[in-house]
């Protein structure tokens, strides 16, 4: 079965005689045959598309009157949105599925209406790289170099008297600059083109610079793309702006009123950042050459519900919106048209009412998300002007002030125990008393013999009687009191017996040790013939000790000379007989080192001074002369500080420990004492 035609989108004046129904049943008609044609298999809509040219030129038609007809966006219906979509993925087909597409929609006028009706989709974007971006320009179609030289002509044109082509040849560029950087990238081969935008620049309205501003900003942009990057270019095209430049340049305006510095610092790296650091070094200045200082990080506002009244400054324009916003929406319809009042006035709300701000964004297409996913066609609803009241002010003059308002009373605090007698002070103060009242007639047997605390009563005597008194005591079975002696509670092996067999035990093996040591000490070396001697092998058998318990004890005997000196005076007496060290219990005073007392150096300093301070009395007596005693002055003792043994020096400590409280009372008493024993010995 054959499908039919194709009727060709009627233009905007024979729309508009349509009746409703009729223009409905248009729309299904299409409808039909477009969900037809998008089931044809490739084969079938490929050969469709080449014989039938009917589909070719309702696409051409359609796009046409949609994209540069207002009526035909105003009046979107159910079935107008469904007819927008599916022409859409139509042409969407025809560009990828068939090899020779019709040149009428290669074209650069059917580009531009598809950019301007469907610019916002990111699936033109996709279609457009790929049929633009494998081959030139120029060899998709040759429309696009006439359109570039048409665009050159016009600007020239426009220098020299206003020319309103101009502007809808640029709103329409700018729209398929914004959806592909290829058609950009292929106007700013070559210096033309920017030459041509540059010199008009300075000759023609505020509106149309914008415009201009506009182009150039995306066409130079585009030269920065990652997937087809120009940089080279882009700062050929600088260097010539500013060759060119005058007071009211292009390059001037680019860099004061849109982020195009930022974006070009930010992206150049390399020896293209070096080459181009000379020139953004001059550009600084002009960066912020319009307000004077940086622009603000515009943030999203919380919407609080606030807003300003309608006629807060007394006029108003496009129903509750202000003479002065309501030209900054002219400004930015005249570059965005197909965008409502109220997305541009959502806009302005967002960056502090900024145009300048509000083009970049839109440019850049970089929005809020709950901007991005407004309606951008949305327009301010049409309200009538109510006639509001004037304020009358009664200023007669009066002979007193008017009365102040009465006070509002205040509110009372009211509870549960409003009304009570307490509160209405009709108590009695006897009934009055703080904290728990007690009746001191009560007893625990008068409440245990009340008539009311019968099953209290019961239960009591009832726990009384299950309690035992007993489970709580603790076992004296085996107290001291009760066995009638004394219990051991000492830990095994820590009794006296045990203690004094185990001191006896090693003092008996320290003399073991200490006699083989005075006999023979190479007895205690540390080498493997001495270890594997018979006379070290008896040592081990004796003491129970360890090779190295044994050559342990000699090194520590050898470091220790009072330990020697101790052991030789325990174990080599004359008598033979061995006596235990008795510790001396006496105060002993701290000597000046911190490390031993003065009593315990007097005891081991010398067994022989020792000896002669308790023995005989001619050494310690004074002989003839001042002299000491020849044994004093010898050099028999260790040399102690200052001269003179040891036994002087603790003497001479002795008598100066207290001299600052006793003064020389000390030195009196022993001479007293030294006078004596002389009388004893002359008569002996």
Not at 53 to 62: A, I, K
Not at 306 to 323: D, I, P, Q, T
Not at 405 to 431: E, H, N, V, Y
Not at 572 to 582: F, H, I, K, N, T
Request: glycine content about 6%; some cysteine.
């Amino acid at each position: 079965m054959s499908l039919p035609s194709f009727a060709r989108y009627p233009p905007t004046n024979l729309l508009k005689q349509l009746l409703p129904e009729e223009l409905e049943a248009c729309f299904d008609s299409w409808l039909l045959l477009i969900r037809q044609y998008l089931l044809l298999p490739q084969n079938i809509f490929v050969s469709k598309v080449r014989k039938d040219t009917s589909l070719t030129d309702f696409l051409v038609s359609y796009m046409r009157e949609m994209s540069t007809s207002a009526y035909g966006q105003a009046n979107y219906t159910e079935k107008g949105r469904e007819l927008r979509s599916k022409a859409f993925l139509l042409a969407h087909r025809t560009l990828t599925d068939v090899a020779n597409v019709p040149s009428q929609l290669l074209d650069v006028a059917f580009a531009e209406d598809l950019c301007v009706l469907y610019g916002k989709s990111t699936a033109l974007k996709a279609l457009l790289g790929k049929v633009w971006g494998a081959v030139d320009m120029e060899a998709v179609s040759p429309s696009f170099a006439s359109r570039k030289m048409s665009l050159i002509e016009a600007l020239d044109a426009s220098r020299k008297k206003p020319a309103p082509k101009v502007d809808a040849m640029l709103l329409r560029t700018v729209a398929i600059l914004k959806t592909s950087f290829y058609y950009a990238q292929f106007l700013m081969a070559g210096s033309d083109f920017i030459d041509a935008l540059n010199t008009t620049y300075s000759h023609v309205a505020e509106d149309l610079q914008k415009k201009i501003v506009t182009t150039a900003y995306l066409c130079l942009i585009s030269l920065l793309e990652p997937a087809k990057p120009r940089v080279s270019t882009l700062i050929d095209q600088m260097y010539g702006l500013k060759s060119n430049a005058s007071g009211n340049s292009l390059l001037e305006a680019l860099c004061s009123s849109t982020p195009f510095l930022s974006r070009v610092r930010s992206q150049l790296s390399g020896p293209d950042a070096a080459r181009a650091q000379p020139l953004m070094a001059q550009l600084d200045v002009f960066e912020n050459r319009l307000d004077g200082k940086l622009k603000k990080i515009t943030k999203s506002k919380v919407d609080k519900g606030k807003a300003k009244s309608s006629e807060a400054f007394g006029h108003g324009a496009l129903g509750n919106v202000h003479v002065h916003r309501s030209s900054q929406i002219s400004q930015l319809q005249d570059l965005f048209p197909n965008l409502g009042t109220a997305f541009i006035i959502k806009l302005l709300d967002e960056y502090d009412d900024d145009p300048e701000q509000v083009t970049a964004h839109l440019l850049d297409d970089i929005l809020p998300p709950h901007l991005k996913e407004a309606d951008r066609t949305e327009d301010i609803p049409q309200m009538t002007h109510v006639e509001t009241p004037e304020k009358t002010f009664d200023l007669a003059p009066r002979a007193t002030p008017p009365p102040s308002p009465a006070p509002k009373a205040a509110s009372t605090r009211r509870t549960i125990f409003d009304g009570d007698d307490f509160s209405r002070l009709a108590i009695s103060p006897s009934q009055v008393h703080y904290g728990r009242k007690t009746d001191e007639s009560k007893t625990a047997d008068t409440l245990l013999a009340a008539s009311a605390s019968t099953s209290n009563k019961a239960a009591i005597l009832s726990a009384l009687a299950a309690f035992d008194s007993d489970d709580d005591e603790r076992d004296d079975t085996y107290d001291v009191e009760d066995v009638g002696g004394t219990v051991d509670s000492a830990l095994p092996g820590t009794s006296d017996d045990t203690m004094d067999a185990a001191a006896l035990k090693q003092e008996a093996h320290e003399e073991t040790l200490w006699q083989a040591w005075k006999m023979s000490p190479e007895l205690f070396g540390r080498d493997a013939a001495t270890r594997r001697s018979q006379a070290r092998a008896g040592l081990r058998n004796d003491t129970g000790w360890t090779d190295e318990a044994i050559e342990g004890w000699a090194t520590m005997l050898q470091r220790e000379p009072q330990r020697l000196k101790r052991l030789e005076a325990k174990f080599s007496l004359a008598s033979g007989a061995q006596q235990r060290g008795l510790q001396r219990t006496a105060w002993r005073e701290q000597s000046p080192a911190g490390s031993r007392t003065a009593t315990e150096d007097e005891e081991e300093a010398d067994p022989d001074d020792r000896d002669r301070e308790g023995g005989s009395a001619s050494f310690r007596g004074r002989g003839r002369g001042r002299g000491r005693g020849g044994n004093r002055r010898g050099g028999g003792g260790d040399n102690a500080p200052g001269g003179g043994t040891t036994t002087e020096f603790l003497a001479r400590r002795r008598k100066d420990a207290s001299k600052s409280s006793r003064a020389n009372h000390n030195r009196r008493d022993q001479r007293a004492r030294k006078m004596a024993r002389g009388a004893a010995g002359f008569a002996g």
